[in-house]
């Protein structure tokens, strides 16, 4: 049985064949570096595949090389693996075996070419940094993919127009016949687009309800770089009130949305806004965001900027 570089250090090794193809390989060390060294060199020497097991009841693979199965047992002095045409004969090789009682596993790396770097990051400052940068790495990514799908280029032939123009065009949507609304926002080049899609407040049989949903896009030109700049909030709250007490919930979301609709009706006393109850017996909303961007999409990039997503 050809063992390259595997019993170098081994003190005594003992081999055995069958005539059913079975072998067994017991090499004995002076200690358990020389072990994992020898199971290492086992590994390459064989080209060792399709491995599983633990450190503890050894490992089953297939040699690459040979085209059969082996099992293998490390142990604080010993190396024993035994070979089969098939997994199953390499484990019936195992289970024949007279091992001693005292065996004591020793840890054997599943990939020993990978064991000096498993101790480079055991210690917990090494883990940690090593945590942050890959974290920071798929923010980085996340955020360039996130600005690449949500980048819209101008409209190609079509002349450039400057920020004071493209806000104009903008605010030009409230004239139209639009479910939302733009307005100018707090610092300079900022609009702000509001879709209220749901406003009111009912009353059943016990409760009175109020459902309350909102899409704000919030817009910034950029003028150096003809990009507006353009990112989602959403916010839900809801309440209702009754003899057996009330409830409230409310959520927001900021960043980029790239699909949502929705639609609802409600039953019940319909109230207004001054909480007298009205004819309607029922209420209904609905939201869809492709409505409501691509007018926005469509003015800025026929005005020669960029529409781009933007998380922050």
Same mark, same amino acid.
């Given at each position: 049985?050809?063992?390259?570089?595997?019993?170098?250090?081994?003190v005594?090794?003992?081999?055995a064949?069958?005539v059913?193809?079975?072998?067994?390989?017991?090499?004995?060390?002076?200690?358990?570096a020389?072990?994992?060294?020898?199971?290492?060199a086992?590994?390459?020497?064989?080209?060792?595949?399709?491995t599983?097991?633990?450190? *503890?009841?050894?490992?089953?693979?297939?040699? !690459? +090389?040979?085209? #059969?199965?082996?099992e293998?047992? @490390?142990t604080?002095? $010993?190396?024993?693996v035994?070979s089969?045409?098939?997994?199953?004969?390499a484990?019936q090789?195992?289970?024949?075996?007279?091992?001693?009682?005292?065996?004591?596993?020793?840890?054997?790396?599943?990939?020993p070419e990978?064991?000096?770097l498993?101790?480079?990051?055991?210690?917990?400052?090494?883990?940690?940094?090593?945590?942050?940068?890959l974290?920071?790495?798929?923010?980085?990514?996340?955020?360039?993919?996130?600005?690449?799908?949500?980048?819209?280029?101008p409209?190609?032939g079509?002349?450039?127009?400057?920020?004071?123009?493209?806000?104009?065009?903008?605010?030009?949507?409230n004239?139209?016949?639009?479910?939302?609304? *733009?307005?100018?926002?707090?610092?300079?080049? !900022? +609009?702000?687009? #509001?879709?209220?899609?749901?406003d @009111?407040?009912?009353? $059943?049989?016990?409760r009175?309800?109020?459902?309350?949903?909102?899409?704000r896009?919030?817009?910034?030109?950029?003028?150096?770089?003809?990009?507006?700049?353009?990112?989602?909030?959403t916010a839900?709250?809801?309440?209702s009130?009754?003899?057996?007490?009330?409830?409230f919930?409310?959520?927001?979301?900021r960043?980029?949305?790239?699909?949502?609709?929705?639609?609802?009706?409600?039953?019940?006393?319909?109230?207004?806004?001054?909480?007298?109850?009205?004819?309607?017996?029922?209420?209904?909303?609905k939201?869809n965001?492709?409505?409501?961007k691509?007018?926005?999409i469509?003015?800025v990039?026929?005005a020669?900027?960029?529409?781009?997503?933007?998380?922050?």
């Amino acid at each position: 049985m050809p063992t390259p570089g595997i019993l170098d250090q081994a003190v005594r090794s003992q081999a055995a064949v069958t005539v059913d193809g079975q072998t067994a390989l017991l090499a004995e060390f002076a200690s358990e570096a020389h072990v994992r060294s020898a199971a290492a060199a086992y590994h390459r020497a064989f080209g060792l595949n399709q491995t599983s097991g633990d450190e *503890v009841n050894g490992w089953r693979a297939k040699r !690459e +090389l040979q085209q #059969d199965f082996i099992e293998m047992l @490390a142990t604080d002095r $010993d190396l024993i693996v035994w070979s089969g045409l098939t997994a199953a004969s390499a484990a019936q090789c195992r289970a024949a075996s007279n091992l001693p009682t005292e065996v004591v596993p020793v840890r054997l790396p599943l990939i020993p070419e990978l064991e000096p770097l498993s101790k480079f990051f055991e210690p917990l400052s090494i883990k940690l940094t090593g945590m942050v940068l890959l974290l920071g790495v798929y923010a980085a990514w996340f955020i360039r993919g996130v600005r690449s799908a949500g980048s819209v280029k101008p409209a190609p032939g079509v002349s450039e127009v400057n920020s004071q123009e493209l806000l104009t065009r903008l605010c030009a949507i409230n004239h139209l016949d639009v479910p939302f609304a *733009v307005k100018h926002g707090s610092i300079p080049n !900022e +609009l702000i687009v #509001d879709w209220r899609h749901a406003d @009111a407040k009912w009353a $059943d049989i016990a409760r009175l309800h109020s459902a309350r949903r909102t899409f704000r896009i919030r817009l910034l030109l950029d003028e150096d770089a003809s990009v507006v700049h353009a990112t989602d909030y959403t916010a839900e709250c809801d309440w209702s009130t009754g003899v057996q007490g009330a409830n409230f919930s409310w959520r927001s979301q900021r960043g980029v949305i790239f699909y949502q609709r929705d639609a609802h009706r409600v039953f019940g006393i319909q109230l207004n806004a001054n909480g007298k109850p009205n004819l309607d017996v029922s209420h209904s909303w609905k939201f869809n965001l492709d409505e409501m961007k691509a007018p926005l999409i469509g003015i800025v990039t026929g005005a020669g900027w960029e529409w781009r997503a933007s998380i922050f």
